[in-house]
């Protein structure tokens, strides 16, 4: 049965809204996805039925709350086939997850040690590292991007060396699209026993994985690009390394015992959540993965990739054989997701996705906190559109009639 895009937008509220008669063609879900009625549902739920402090009280909500964030625990742990909830760490989002990782486990590292980056990271797999090499001393390195903008595994073998700790890498740039060969990665890391995160952000909203059959030792991602709500994200990670790790904030429910002399620490994963928790958000996440693991992740590829393919088309059409629209990435559908960048030379992307946002279209015009990579391609920044499997056909029309409009008056 053929991909009933129709239906699944209408589990969307905000994609029925228009804004002075003009459709909302929502193209940037790269920077943040939209929620199902599922996930607005099960939300309100929880606020108007068992809204109470997690771990801590006796009371009926409070053991309704303390069940459906465990559970929603127990959901992501599902998503990603982690091998026991206890490897989920709620977080504030990505960038919170990678300065868990960076002042945790990067705590037992020192001058000498290395850790090893790409080109194609997204600022918060970037600073956090350098605040680490200010802290201890360590050394940064860096694997070098393809003209296609992906990473550049001729250059691994160069890059890993007998002092390297943790490649930290993006599994899907937000820039290009690309996916990272992780086997390749991983099996660099290995050979000298170094350990592997993998920043997820841009690959977790695209359907269940196995961090297992991965093979790395961390993952982050955030809960407000997987169709779920902001001030959420995960850390996974193997049990051995959470269990090794000190905590990184101080604070209520994360310890075991306190006196003025010495305080021990709760086991993971509590030990990394001080304070009170996002406890609807992470309701919010869970009812977000469930709804996201229940698609047929076959037919919203082929949907994606098919609306991946008439962008790239739309393009070169908009293009009028003059060369001045460049794809930044793959200008193709290999080893990709459907996260597509172009700049347009004579056009600022600021001035290209506010013409845009006129026709109701939704992209992101800028560096994608992802600087180092737009030096590398030489611009100051691209015009993003981002797909989500609600987006359709329409969508990406209006987009391309928007664009070539909107570059007849820039141009
Ligand atoms: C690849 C990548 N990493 C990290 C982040 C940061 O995510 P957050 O702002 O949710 O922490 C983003 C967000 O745009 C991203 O695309």
Request: glycine share 10%; net charge neutral.
């Amino acid at each position: 049965m053929a991909f009933d895009v129709a239906r699944l937008r209408a589990e969307f509220p905000i994609l029925a809204t228009a804004a002075a008669g003009v459709p909302l063609h929502y193209l940037d879900n790269g920077a943040t996805s939209q929620m199902p009625r599922a996930v607005l549902d099960a939300i309100d739920r929880h606020e108007t039925t068992s809204r109470a402090n997690v771990l801590r009280g006796v009371h009926r909500l409070a053991e309704a709350a303390t069940a459906a964030y465990e559970g929603a625990r127990r959901e992501v742990a599902r998503y990603v086939n982690a091998a026991a909830p206890a490897e989920i760490v709620f977080t504030s989002g990505t960038t919170a997850a990678i300065n868990l990782v960076a002042r945790t486990f990067g705590e037992q590292l020192g001058a000498g040690d290395e850790v090893l980056l790409s080109r194609l990271e997204h600022h918060s797999n970037i600073v956090p590292w350098q605040l680490l090499r200010d802290r201890r001393g360590i050394a940064i390195k860096v694997i070098e991007a393809t003209p296609e903008g992906r990473l550049d595994l001729d250059s691994l073998d160069r890059s890993v060396t007998p002092r390297t700790r943790l490649v930290a890498v993006t599994h899907v740039s937000n820039v290009t699209g690309a996916i990272t060969d992780v086997g390749a990665i991983v099996a660099a890391a290995a050979k000298v026993g170094a350990k592997v995160l993998l920043d997820g952000a841009q690959r977790a909203p695209h359907g269940p994985l196995d961090v297992q059959a991965l093979g790395v030792d961390f993952y982050a991602f955030s809960g407000h690009k997987v169709y779920g709500p902001n001030g959420i994200g995960v850390l996974w990670g193997r049990r051995a390394l959470l269990d090794a790790m000190p905590p990184f904030m101080g604070g209520g429910e994360m310890i075991r015992t306190v006196t003025f002399e010495k305080t021990t620490y709760a086991d993971v994963p509590h030990r990394f959540e001080a304070g009170t928790p996002p406890i609807a958000q992470a309701v919010g996440l869970g009812a977000a993965l469930a709804w996201a693991a229940r698609l047929d992740g076959a037919a919203v590829e082929s949907h994606l990739m098919d609306l991946t393919g008439r962008l790239l088309d739309g393009l070169q059409t908009v293009d009028r054989g003059r060369g001045l629209v460049r794809v930044i990435g793959p200008s193709g559908l290999q080893a990709r997701m459907p996260v597509v960048s172009f700049a347009v030379e004579g056009a600022h992307p600021h001035d290209i996705s506010q013409l845009l946002d006129r026709e109701g279209c939704a992209v992101r015009g800028g560096h994608h906190c992802a600087q180092p990579l737009m030096d590398f391609f030489g611009v100051a920044g691209t015009t993003r559109a981002s797909l989500a499997p609600y987006n359709d056909r329409g969508d990406i029309d209006a987009f391309v009639g928007a664009l070539d409009r909107a570059l007849e008056k820039l141009l």
